[in-house]
């Protein structure tokens, strides 16, 4: 099964190197021009309860004691720094490529002092485009739910109704104009598919223990993305982008005596925005599907080889009312299926926010949100934090 596997991959892989032939050949002498962007940025908040991860929250932690637990954080590992490659005197192809690092890196669970942060790895790929056909290969986004909600808090309600991440790719996008006002893109990839180390569902021989390896891994084959989506622009000023986007993987529950259970993970989403020259928009995305945990799907439980269903989804608000001021307002949840759940794994997360940002000198901005989460567990509590949060940001 593994060799038939890899075979797949092998002719995926062809097949995009054929496409990526047609690409025209540079000049003599192409350059790239780099481009340097980012933000200092430094969060302050206070959470009626204990949240998640302290610095942001993704949902409220069970109570220890029926008081409140009141919380102050303070850090600047939002922090982000990038560089854009523009390639030059290439004779037909469009070739960019881009690095970006956050400070966020302790999130994994080492053990890192408040002002030690390290790197965090967000986007480190490139792009060729000749004609309608872009070729991306490296870890930016997933094609699966491209929108985000504006919010001063880190996770953009990742964990309470915004799904998809970032991971290694390799994408190929068709754009064409079905009318002068109309974009829209076709686009698909392979992607590594990042999982835990479960144990098959099947009765365990004495001494048989889960093999440690993570299961998108041993499933030996990547995960398949696509999405389509489309963008018009009306001749008011209006703009609207819609579309659809989808994902299937495979993951491989093995045990230490080489047995195993294979299981799933998928999720079909749509997205919309609708942009009005007045300075106002709204703009939300839905999803349903199963295991997406590694996609921020599903409150982050934990994936079952039998699968934890989920269905979420977000909404936004947002007001330019001037030049310096802006206005935004949001909802999000996520609602796992609480007969794949067992007892007191997060089982309904919710959080409605709202903020205001204002540039106070040029590229330097000042922000306030305030949000309220709540989180149900199952067949147990559900718990609440008011939570308030300043932001300020020198973009540069």
Same mark, same amino acid.
């Given at each position: 099964?593994?060799?038939?596997?890899?075979?797949?991959?092998?002719?995926?892989?062809?097949?995009?190197?054929?496409?990526?032939?047609?690409?025209?050949?540079?000049?003599?002498?192409?350059?790239?021009?780099?481009?340097?962007?980012?933000?200092?940025?430094?969060?302050? @908040?206070?959470?009626?309860?204990?949240?998640?991860?302290?610095?942001?929250?993704?949902?409220?932690?069970?109570?220890?004691?029926? +008081?409140?637990?009141?919380?102050?954080?303070?850090?600047?590992?939002?922090?982000?720094?990038?560089?854009?490659?523009?390639?030059?005197?290439?004779? @037909?192809?469009?070739?960019?490529?881009?690095?970006?690092?956050?400070?966020?890196?302790?999130?994994?669970?080492?053990?890192? +002092?408040?002002?030690?942060?390290? %790197?965090?790895?967000?986007?480190?790929?490139?792009?060729?485009?000749?004609?309608?056909?872009?070729?991306?290969?490296?870890?930016?986004?997933?094609? &699966?739910?491209?929108?985000?909600?504006?919010?001063?808090?880190?996770?953009?309600?990742?964990?309470?109704?915004?799904?998809?991440?970032?991971?290694?790719?390799?994408?190929?996008?068709?754009?064409?104009?079905?009318?002068?006002?109309?974009?829209?893109? &076709?686009?698909?990839?392979?992607?590594? $598919?990042?999982?835990?180390?479960?144990?098959?569902?099947?009765? &365990?021989?004495?001494?048989? $223990?889960?093999?440690?390896?993570?299961?998108?891994?041993? +499933?030996?084959?990547?995960?398949?993305?696509?999405?389509?989506?489309?963008?018009?622009?009306?001749?008011?000023? +209006?703009?609207?982008?819609? *579309? *659809? @986007?989808?994902?299937?993987?495979?993951?491989?529950?093995?045990?230490?005596?080489?047995? @195993?259970?294979?299981?799933?993970?998928?999720?079909?989403?749509?997205? %919309?925005?609708?942009?009005?020259?007045? /300075?106002?928009?709204?703009?939300?995305?839905?999803? $349903? #599907?199963?295991?997406?945990?590694?996609?921020? *799907?599903?409150?982050?439980?934990?994936? $079952?080889?039998? /699968?934890?269903?989920?269905?979420?989804?977000? #909404?936004?608000?947002?007001?330019?009312?001037?030049?310096?001021?802006?206005?935004?307002?949001?909802? /999000?949840?996520?609602?796992?299926?609480?007969?794949?759940?067992?007892?007191?794994?997060?089982?309904?997360?919710?959080?409605?926010?709202?903020?205001?940002?204002?540039?106070?000198?040029?590229?330097?901005?000042?922000?306030?949100?305030?949000?309220?989460?709540?989180?149900?567990?199952?067949?147990?509590?559900?718990?609440?934090?008011?939570?308030?949060?300043?932001?300020?940001?020198?973009?540069?």
């Amino acid at each position: 099964m593994k060799k038939c596997n890899s075979i797949t991959v092998v002719t995926i892989f062809m097949l995009f190197l054929l496409v990526s032939g047609s690409f025209g050949a540079e000049t003599p002498s192409p350059s790239f021009d780099l481009n340097w962007y980012g933000y200092f940025k430094l969060d302050g @908040s206070v959470d009626q309860n204990l949240t998640s991860h302290g610095n942001f929250v993704m949902w409220v932690n069970q109570k220890s004691f029926d +008081a409140d637990d009141q919380q102050f954080n303070m850090t600047a590992n939002q922090t982000r720094f990038g560089v854009k490659a523009n390639g030059k005197n290439y004779k @037909s192809a469009k070739v960019t490529g881009n690095l970006e690092f956050d400070l966020y890196a302790g999130i994994t669970g080492a053990t890192i +002092a408040e002002n030690k942060a390290m %790197l965090q790895l967000r986007h480190a790929y490139f792009s060729v485009t000749v004609n309608q056909w872009t070729l991306t290969a490296g870890q930016t986004n997933d094609l &699966l739910s491209p929108l985000n909600p504006a919010t001063l808090n880190y996770p953009v309600l990742w964990g309470c109704g915004n799904i998809g991440y970032r991971r290694p790719q390799v994408a190929l996008k068709y754009t064409m104009k079905p009318t002068e006002q109309t974009n829209m893109s &076709l686009s698909t990839g392979v992607f590594r $598919t990042i999982g835990g180390d479960l144990t098959p569902t099947f009765s &365990l021989a004495t001494g048989e $223990t889960s093999e440690g390896a993570d299961d998108g891994t041993d +499933a030996a084959i990547p995960s398949v993305q696509g999405q389509l989506d489309i963008q018009h622009n009306f001749a008011s000023g +209006a703009k609207l982008q819609i *579309g *659809g @986007s989808g994902l299937w993987g495979r993951l491989s529950a093995e045990t230490s005596l080489g047995n @195993s259970e294979n299981y799933e993970s998928w999720a079909a989403s749509g997205h %919309l925005m609708i942009s009005l020259p007045q /300075g106002f928009g709204l703009s939300g995305e839905v999803y $349903t #599907g199963s295991n997406l945990g590694s996609y921020f *799907g599903g409150i982050l439980n934990n994936s $079952t080889v039998e /699968g934890v269903n989920s269905l979420g989804g977000w #909404g936004s608000l947002w007001l330019k009312a001037s030049p310096r001021v802006n206005f935004a307002a949001g909802y /999000g949840f996520d609602d796992p299926d609480d007969e794949d759940l067992n007892l007191n794994q997060r089982s309904k997360n919710q959080c409605i926010y709202g903020n205001i940002n204002v540039s106070v000198v040029s590229k330097v901005t000042v922000g306030l949100e305030v949000s309220q989460w709540k989180t149900t567990y199952k067949d147990s509590d559900t718990v609440e934090s008011l939570r308030a949060q300043t932001s300020f940001i020198l973009n540069f």
